[in-house]
């Protein structure tokens, strides 16, 4: 039997590791140290697919037989990028204009394996209905849920559900930052089995 390569996270996000643990493959996280600045004039959904690209390139340098899942979340207003706000008062404004609005969350999702030449990115959107907001609700929330590190501020897989009219995906976590789906299309063609954990059940 073949050996399998090792897979590696190229992500120190809580978010992305949990999502691939529900696999239950054994893999390591490993921070990318890229820049994720917008080039000028770069779309929002391009941004994600070059920073989920880079972020997978840069640790597959690092492991060139590893088979490396590098991925990015980019929140589109009206074709204009959103990012983590990172502070509440940012947090506070993304909401606010938000509110009563849709916005698309484009999540991409890059796998390489560099010793066999295998590289791919594939991009999850999902589109996504705020309620009309009130100033006390946004501040309720994001006292109790602090998600300053979200793009768009808006966990979905927590209280922050309650802010949404409406998601529409074919992906259904890439809203939580991992679009397991395409992840697991692109391990299988990477030469990695997705249900390999389950014939050790």
Do not use: N, W
């Not at 590893?66 to 502070?87: E, F, M, N, Y």
């Not at 698309?104 to 009309?132: I, M, Q």
């Amino acid at each position: 039997m073949p050996i399998r390569p090792a897979l590696i996270l190229a992500s120190t996000s809580r978010y992305r590791a949990e999502l691939l643990g529900r696999l239950r493959l054994a893999f390591i996280a490993e921070a990318p140290g890229v820049d994720e600045a917008p080039l000028p004039g770069e779309a929002p959904a391009a941004l994600a697919c070059r920073l989920a690209r880079e972020k997978a390139l840069a640790v597959a340098a690092r492991h060139p037989d590893a088979v490396v899942i590098g991925s990015d979340q980019v929140a589109d207003l009206d074709g204009r990028a959103i990012g983590k706000p990172l502070t509440h008062d940012r947090a506070v404004a993304q909401l606010q204009t938000m509110s009563g609005r849709e916005a698309t969350f484009h999540t991409a999702v890059s796998v390489v394996r560099l010793g066999t030449g295998f590289e791919r990115t594939l991009l999850a959107p999902v589109v996504v209905r705020f309620r009309a907001l009130s100033g006390a609700e946004i501040e309720r929330y994001l006292r109790a849920e602090t998600p300053y590190d979200c793009a768009g501020s808006a966990k979905c897989e927590t209280s922050g559900i309650a802010l949404l009219e409406a998601i529409h995906s074919d992906d259904p976590t890439a809203l939580v930052g991992l679009p397991l789906i395409r992840t697991c299309a692109l391990l299988r063609e990477a030469g990695i089995d997705p249900l390999a954990a389950a014939d050790r059940a």
